[in-house]
């Protein structure tokens, strides 16, 4: 079965740091660019960050960059978002996401999604 | 601010067609694709390159493109397709991703 399954959510203070992961399984990963999106409570869809396969190419959002950084090991078919210097405006349930081999944006293999909280 | 704009809401008679628009200045060069996201869980891409559906996706889902406006139509609405819709793309750079705000489709 293909699927994608996040860890490392959780309740962090502002200005703390979280590793979430995303393991990949059922497909080739080393194949597929792989994404992070979030959603903040009752807010739409954000983008947040994504990579190529080989990871040669690294994006992120404008209101992350500096502060976020994601990066993969295809050996171990899982990618991930290092979130530093939290803001209380980054919570969010993070999902990952697989983008088509075709590449276009978009994102056909979705995890469950795994909730940040940042709070004092 | 998303560089992709949607109506915010839409309603449809059971069984009647639908349609969705996004609009934004990078659909001129790139396609949309298009989520469908139901409460508590995650977006299920319904559409992507214009007009191709995933495997599963029935076919009364449907997309097309025309200058900066993508649609998604939706012929022959069903209950359980009230859900908020999503579209998404490449920004004006082609390094991003961007998606719209969401429209909440509701089936009456």
């Known amino acids: 079965e293909v699927q994608l399954v996040e860890s490392g959510g959780g309740l962090v203070k502002p200005g703390g740091s979280l590793r979430l992961s995303c393991a990949a399984s059922?497909?080739?990963?080393?194949?597929?660019?792989m994404n992070w999106v979030r959603q903040a409570p009752g807010k739409g869809l954000e983008w947040v960050s994504s990579i190529s396969s080989t990871s040669v190419y690294k994006y992120c959002a404008d209101s992350v960059k500096g502060r976020f950084t994601i990066s993969r090991d295809n050996a171990q078919n899982s990618f991930y978002l290092q979130m530093n210097s939290l803001r209380a405006e980054d919570t969010a349930v993070y999902y990952c996401?697989?983008?088509?081999?075709?590449?276009?944006?978009?994102?056909?293999?979705w995890g469950q999604g795994t909730m940040v909280t940042v709070s004092s | 601010s998303s560089e992709l704009t949607q109506d915010p809401a839409v309603s449809v008679a059971l069984g009647q067609t639908v349609r969705i628009t996004c609009h934004g200045d990078s659909l001129t060069n790139y396609y949309a694709s298009w989520y469908q996201q139901k409460p508590g869980q995650a977006p299920l891409l319904v559409i992507y390159n214009k007009n191709n559906r995933p495997s599963g996706i029935p076919d009364r889902f449907s997309g097309s493109s025309s200058g900066n406006t993508a649609s998604l139509t939706i012929t022959g609405a069903q209950a359980e397709d009230e859900a908020d819709y999503y579209c998404n793309s490449r920004d004006r750079s082609g390094q991003h991703v961007v998606f719209g705000g969401g429209t909440k489709l509701t089936v009456l």
């Open positions: 059922g497909f080739d990963f080393i194949s597929y660019s």
């Open positions: 996401a697989r983008e088509t081999i075709f590449g276009l944006s978009a994102f056909d293999i």
